[in-house]
């Protein structure tokens, strides 16, 4: 601690003092300094600047300053060091941040099956920084002036190249567009979709729940349809007067189900004719452990297909990196809407992800994922069949999840509780229905866990199961 | 070139092979490469997967891959290279992107006084490295995941010290939000005022012209208070009925005027009368040339005052990041409405800084910029006064810009495009008058010209002038 995080800018300590006022200059100085002290404003160990500096930049003789030192030193709000330097005092700062920490701390389960953590713990970290030297090394200035509403032209062409190459879409550099994760893309292009006169948005039944308020406060209807094996019902959404559709085509959140061929033909018809677009989630498509993966639907029809993609699932969440591809009338308005929105998104992540991706950095690293990904899947699903098995998992070999039915006599309610007394935390499936409640399953999340952790909290899960089952 | 930008991700390559229909396998994957290289989705040098890879990864015999590519070698799609890879020929894949880019860039103004553009030249590329090689080196995983709507622990507490120390203001690191620059965070903090009730924003006038627009797709009406000489007229404030307002109260923009204490203590009053809320836009205070800066409002009443800082003056706007203090009650509410809108600001940029800030290397970048920028400033104040002794800045020796009240002879929009014909860029006073016209002027940004391109501007704006009186 003491020296390194603290900082001695002479005369950047703010005291305003009245020149004219009836109060000594240096009781002025010792009280403004004592009041911060006393506010937790000027932290513990905070080093203050010297007398000589402080005097320099307040305009004040420098013994005014050393009188009011001394007498903050005698008040034991500051501590004088041999170095020379002279210090806030350990006692005399508040640290609410550590306190609150501490306290919000308590009991989160031992093994949690929560979704949607990558295993971060496996970031890149090496080669990211090797990509970020080089952004820093070679980019020109201007880069770090104000943004194209699209993003850099360098990551946008190196994501086409990559999209093109293993997604199998359609994509031109022009018509994407960078934005800070799925959550903003998607609430940014419902936004623009709203604006041009679409009206309701049809969802998968199950999905994700985020989407429902954020196409609300968009002004768009909401409805759900009915997910099948073969992906999304198309009959229903023809019935349904949607003019656009959300779906997770590669790999349905939480179902796992893959769109068949022929649902996705049949989907790009239902556009085609009603003058409809589709957005395709394509969230985390780079992880199918049975086959390559299936081709985007946007390389089928890339007029009526919105692509959205994240690093989140394949990287890590905090980067916020996110790009859609967008049909080309859509590109403007986009554009013109995330300028309105925060200016455009930061730029070095943004050159550094292009570094990342153009040198096959993010190639490497989702080879090196997919095993330990396909490992904990295939330990889960086993785990599950030896321990559970009337527990019946769905969806194809794919992903950081696994979705399974639970068997009549079981309510997710009862097992949610039952595992967490034994501090383990796994999830049901009724936030996911549309309507708020439909048949009863569990959403098992592993990307963040390890063997041994998936092992043990299926034990647990079996534990608390045989309870619940006397 | 070649190799470096370009990735042999071995069966990354998605080609869809029908194993059941008429068609050879060998054909089929000539198709698809042909394809794509056609359409530019595979891009010049691009280097192809080995042909074992790709074997291995589409389930078909190596031979059936040799084969195809030997036939795309023939028709010239592809190139056979002596280290004994195969890559994408230069002659067929198109580079649209950098097409349009030629196009584009047609004539801007050689030298341009447009406002809010810092130097980014001078970004310190050596500190940010290092602060961002600690980081790397030493964060936790789970700082990867994903993330507090306040933003990161380690950067509140670093900028509430800095605030406190620099800016005078009483911020609790836990009562700090982190945002994506000034757009992000005023945006969120109309919306959740909106919805808590709030319904009349009083901005300066003139002032900047984007907040209005934000304003009134938060379901806010906004109306324009004159600045005066001391900052904003109160009395005019009260009677206009507004329960929120916005100040730029340590150096106006654009008129460069600075908040008196009067006019401060009037404003804080109004506010703790009206039950009001004073949202203090503190875009630039840390350049001020003359004197320290003035401390920030949110000292005096930090309950009533939302204080806005952000880098995008002080370092680049391309960082994308700003920040608010915001009284207790707003934080639970912003802090939702930030996962909302993008799930969190990127980790790593908020950690770097986070470091930057801690280490003292802001203070030292500020230290370093400010004489360079009051050199910029004091050149063109004194080159006006030389060359066009009528025109008149006006405001402190602060910030990145100046402002200058036209004489009664000459109009905005035509010495703009007189200027404009001399391949000078000079901006208008009218589009920041909240009534959409008022007295003309100038505003004169100069944080990213240098001084020789300072001085020729005005030379060139003379010139204009002088063409203009004839």
């Known amino acids: 601690m003491s020296r390194s995080r603290t900082n001695s800018g002479a005369g950047e300590l703010l005291v305003e003092l009245r020149r004219d006022g009836p109060v000594p200059l240096h009781q002025q100085l010792e009280g403004g300094i004592r009041e911060r002290i006393r506010q937790g404003l000027l932290r513990s160990d905070t080093v203050m600047p010297s007398t ?12 005014v ?9 005698a008040e034991g709000y500051l501590v004088s060091r041999t170095g020379g330097y002279t210090q806030v005092a350990p006692a005399a700062a508040r640290t609410p941040l ?38 820093l090394n070679e980019t020109p200035h201007l880069s770090f002036a104000y943004l194209d509403g699209r993003g850099a032209d360098e990551l946008r062409v190196a994501l086409a190249d990559y999209l093109n190459r293993v997604r199998g879409t359609s994509a031109r550099a022009e018509d994407m567009l960078i934005c800070n994760g799925f959550a903003q893309g998607s609430r940014l292009l419902l936004q623009v979709l709203a604006a041009s006169g679409f009206r309701r948005l049809a969802i998968e039944d199950p999905s994700d729940n985020e989407l429902r308020d954020v196409a609300a406060a968009a002004g768009l209807e909401s409805v759900g349809i009915p997910v099948l094996e073969s992906g999304l019902d198309v009959e229903a959404l023809a019935r349904s007067g949607a003019d656009v559709v959300l779906v997770t085509a590669a790999h349905q959140f939480p179902t796992g189900a893959v769109t068949s061929a022929e649902t996705r033909a049949a989907l790009v018809a239902w556009a085609a004719e009603r003058d409809a677009l589709i957005i395709e989630d394509d969230y985390d498509a780079e992880y ?19 692509y959205a993609g994240t690093a989140s699932k394949t990287l890590a969440p905090g980067l916020r990196l996110g790009w859609l591809i967008l049909p080309g009338r859509l590109v403007e308005p986009m554009a013109a809407a995330k300028i309105v929105d925060d200016r455009g998104s930061a730029v070095l992540d943004q050159l550094t992800f292009a570094d990342f991706v153009a040198r096959g950095e993010f190639d490497r690293h989702l080879r090196r994922m997919r ?33 399974v039915w639970l068997p009549p006599d079981l309510s997710e309610s009862a097992v949610t509780r039952a595992a967490l007394e034994r501090g383990l935390g796994v999830y049901g499936l009724q936030p996911y229905w549309v309507g708020g409640s439909g048949p009863e399953g569990l959403v098992f999340g592993y990307g963040g866990l390890t063997e041994r952790e998936v092992a043990e909290g299926i034990d647990l899960l079996a534990d608390a199961i045989s309870s619940l089952r006397g």
């Open 52 to 63: 000589r500096a402080l005097a320099n930049d307040l305009g004040l003789s420098r013994g």
């Open 65 to 73: 300053v050393v009188e009011a030192y001394q007498q903050l030193v």
């Open 288 to 306: 199918r452990y049975d086959r390559e993966p299936i081709g985007a639907m946007q390389g089928l029809a890339p007029d009526r297909v919105v």
């Open 371 to 403: 095993p330990r990904y396909r490992r904990l899947r295939d330990l889960l699903v086993e785990r599950l069949g030896e321990r559970l098995p009337d527990f019946e998992p769905i969806g194809v070999s794919a992903g950081l999840h696994v979705m």
């Open 98 to 135: 550590a306190d609150e920490a501490r306290t919000q701390s308590t009991g989160p389960p031992k093994i949690d099956f929560k979704y949607s953590r990558p295993d971060v713990s496996q970031f890149p970290r090496a080669a990211w920084l090797r990509s970020i030297r080089r952004v």
